[in-house]
């Protein structure tokens, strides 16, 4: 890890309260501006009006459905309403799948304006999907600013959602433009919201899992819509890292680039970007090297983009592991003093913790052999960086005892499967016969990342225990990569993943998600809870198993976590102290989405909004529904 120190302010950040707030670091009035609740990506709200004491009477104040979803029959692409909205100034913003951005009055749901960038939804994509906009204002301009799959950057004006005009062209930015001028037809889209510092928004992007256009993460005027600045994750010749990138590998490498919302240390004018893997995923015989920035999390100056410090989480990625989630900007308590920090999970069950200035972890980090490849061709780098507090928080490994036995017929299924794998520990590369992967594709913690309580140091995360069997296979001579990753199924799971192709239930041993509270100041596990439930295996008389989870918590003053994001179709509220569940309630569709909170502008109650809008990989179910509960 190579480091440069910044000079910078050591000064704490006031806080403040309001009526409806308690603890630390409460927004504006009971605002929620940005994707995280803040530019540090905390999930955390003073507010606590609805408390453990009264959440239990929490009922649905309004629901407002958008008209926006695919579920194959109309588009090609099915769609996930993954979006977190943003209240700003008297007003709830949410953007859809499908692009279009809409206002809500945020005490009725009432529509106030919609504005539709008409992206072509007859194109085959991953999936419609939009995670939210972001907010500015200078006290007299306000905006609402996001991005499209299409590479389109749209500023609107907050009050009317007409475009803004001063902004790009007819306030639109074409990302395109000199970035994927080789690549004409090439993926590079935006599906984060970008991040606000003072007059800059910092920008996300989807691109390539192969050879395309530039990953580089670029800021943008939030006024004019030029670009302020570039770092480039796959570093050019003369730039620190170039070289962990042999012979010409890194020329029009793509992959290695941040697909979710970065995080800014507003004091500091710091942000955080977590870097994904290089491309291609699974092969890394034509990119050998160490692979900087790919699987980093990188600190850089806000206001220009200049690299301050780096630490690489995954050596010459081979397994997709990349940083899923937005980075948790916390203070802990270490010897008796406040440490400001950075907190990053990670799809591989590991939670990794930093000085925010310098990068030093704040827990024992260990190079730890990994099994060498198989793959001719194939050099993986010798060892990883393991954390040693906290534990693994996601299941790393699986044997034939821990095959999945909630049900005869799932045990069958389970042990016909593992018999004609390879149960590959941590890190072990894909090769030439099939691979039980744990975590697998999308195990660990995923995009909606991790909440942190300011008044404790604890830190809660959802994972997912989930698996995914991989083989490599020759490609002919010729082709572009000699050897590319399959899914075999064998008839038995469902692809890409170690489930049942039948029920949806994962082929190990529960609990297949879980939430975990972890003391951030210790290290330690305060408490770990099976998330979710399977109804039939319920009416069996089988204890919670925890469901595949897609959904991110928030963290209250009022003593609650809030989640979504099981199959199950359940909204939760649960003691932040216990785990324990204190309400629950059934929305339309599994809720793939990290809920928000915020007190009404007149009638100061609070409110907690969550998208379920289902979809995705793991349900059926697909609905456009928003829904608000409050107290009655």
């Not at 962990?244 to 941040?258: A, F, I, P």
């Not at 410090?309 to 010459?316: A, L, N, R």
Request: hydrophobic share 40%.
């Amino acid at each position: 890890m190579t480091k440069k120190i910044p000079l910078v302010s050591l000064a704490l950040i006031c806080l403040s309260l309001s009526p409806l707030h308690s603890g630390a670091k409460s927004h504006r009035d009971g605002e929620w501006r940005h994707f995280g609740g803040d530019a540090g990506g905390q999930r955390y709200s003073g507010l606590n009006q609805i408390n453990r004491k009264n959440v239990a009477r929490l009922k649905r104040a309004w629901t407002y459905h958008t008209g926006d979803y695919s579920d194959g029959t109309v588009y090609r692409t099915l769609s996930c309403f993954e979006a977190t909205p943003l209240m700003a100034d008297g007003v709830l913003y949410v953007t859809t799948p499908f692009a279009r951005a809409i206002a809500l009055d945020p005490e009725t749901g009432k529509e106030l304006w919609t504005y539709d960038p008409k992206i072509d939804r007859t194109k085959l994509y991953n999936l419609f999907i939009n995670r939210g906009p972001a907010y500015w204002t200078d006290g007299k301009d306000r905006r609402i600013i996001y991005g499209t799959l299409e590479g389109k950057l749209i500023a609107l004006d907050a009050r009317t959602g007409k475009p803004c005009q001063d902004f790009g062209e007819n306030g639109i930015v074409d990302m395109h433009e000199g970035f994927r001028d080789k690549y004409p037809n090439a993926m590079y889209g935006v599906t984060s919201a970008p991040t606000i510092y003072k007059n800059i928004m910092i920008v996300s992007v989807l691109v390539e899992a192969k050879v395309g256009p530039s990953p580089a993460v670029r800021a943008f005027d939030v006024r004019t819509g030029k670009q302020v600045w570039q770092f480039d994750t796959v570093p050019k010749p003369g730039q620190v890292g170039h070289d962990t990138w042999e012979q010409d590998s890194w020329v029009e490498r793509s992959g290695t680039n941040v697909w979710m919302s970065v995080s800014v240390d507003e004091k500091r004018g710091m942000a955080f970007l977590p870097v994904t893997s290089p491309a291609y995923d699974f092969y890394g015989g034509d990119r050998k090297g160490q692979n900087l920035f790919g699987d980093s999390l990188v600190a850089v100056n806000a206001n220009t983009g200049e690299r301050i410090w780096h630490f690489q989480i995954v050596h010459h990625d081979l397994w997709d592991y990349d940083l899923p989630a937005q980075p948790n900007l916390v203070t802990v308590v270490r010897n008796g003093k406040k440490v400001d920090a950075v907190a990053q999970v990670t799809k591989m069950g590991f939670v990794f913790v930093f000085d925010r200035l310098t990068g030093n972890p704040l827990f024992p980090v260990e190079e730890r052999p990994v099994p060498s490849s198989e793959i001719p061709g194939e050099k993986p780098w010798p060892t990883q960086p393991i954390p040693l507090k906290p534990r693994p928080i996601a299941r790393q490994s699986i044997t034939a005892d821990e095959l999945s036995r909630v049900t005869p017929e799932s045990y069958a299924k389970a042990k016909k499967w593992f018999e004609q794998v390879i149960p590959g520990p941590i890190y072990t590369p894909p090769g030439s016969k099939p691979m039980l992967m744990f975590p697998g594709l999308n195990g660990g913690a995923n995009w909606p990342g991790a909440s942190f309580d300011p008044t404790t140091g604890w830190l809660y995360v959802a994972i997912s225990n989930l698996g995914t069997v991989i083989q490599m296979v020759a490609r002919p001579e010729g082709s572009f990569l000699p050897y590319i990753a399959t899914f075999p199924t064998a008839g038995i799971a469902k692809f890409p993943f170690f489930m049942d192709g039948e029920t949806g239930w994962p082929l190990q041993q529960p609990p297949w998600g879980t939430l975990v509270a972890i003391n951030l100041n210790t290290g330690d596990i305060e408490w770990e809870k099976p998330l979710g439930i399977v109804k039939e295996l319920m009416a069996a008389g089988l204890p919670p198993t925890g469901t595949i989870n897609l959904g991110g918590s928030i963290v209250t003053a009022g003593g609650l976590i809030f989640i979504g994001g099981t199959t199950d179709s359940m909204f939760r509220a649960l003691d932040k102290k216990t785990g324990a569940l204190l309400w629950e309630t059934e929305v339309e569709a599994p809720a793939f989405a990290a809920p928000m909170t915020y007190s009404g502008p007149k009638n100061r109650k609070q409110y907690v909004v969550i998208a379920a809008g289902g979809g995705n990989k793991y349900t059926k179910k697909f609905s456009d529904a928003l829904v608000a509960f409050a107290l009655p």
